[in-house]
């Protein structure tokens, strides 16, 4: 692949990294299928080596991600759909206020949902702190697989040249 090939591969997994911190693109997706062009237009053992390291990687923290943090808001007794509130307002806080209305709409969400269901404040708050916490593993997996596929790919793009 030429350097202009690699530069753009590169892009696209830097572009899918930083969908992960901030859930506007499928960001695992985007960084695998990156690789997996690379490894198209690369070919060779190495190339396919390297994009099933990837594809186990980032299948793995799929898994990860949803049964980890999701045992553990069970457990502190975190409602789903106190959850699914906290993704609705997440979202419009996204356009309300760009990037950072995303968490505020979160939080204010899950402690609104809880707080209807719980009429404590004090239980309320504990419950959301709980989800932000889940949420927070849960992109911090995601996060991790991604940064471990990047490096596979940089050791497979290394090995290829």
């Known amino acids: 692949m030429s350097t202009g090939g690699l530069i753009l591969v590169a892009l696209a997994i830097a572009v899918g990294v930083v969908g992960i911190v901030v859930p506007v ?16 237009v690369e070919g060779g053992t190495t190339a396919w080596v390297t994009l099933a390291v990837a594809a186990v990687l980032l299948g793995a923290a799929v898994l990860i991600k949803y049964l980890w943090p999701a045992r553990r808001m069970r457990a502190a007794d975190v409602r789903t759909l106190s959850i699914v509130a906290g993704a609705v307002l997440g979202i419009v806080g ?48 995601e996060l991790v697989a991604a940064l471990l596929a990047t490096v596979a790919w940089g050791v497979g793009v290394y090995l290829t040249h």
């Open 25 to 40: 693109l499928p960001g695992s997706l985007l960084v695998l299928a990156a690789i997996a062009v690379w490894a198209v």
């Open 94 to 141: 996204f356009f309300v206020i760009p990037v950072l209305g995303l968490v505020v709409g979160f939080v204010l969400g899950v402690y609104l949902a809880e707080l209807a269901a719980r009429r404590d404040a004090a239980a309320a708050w504990t419950s959301t702190k709980h989800a932000v916490k889940g949420v927070a593993l849960s992109i911090g997996v």
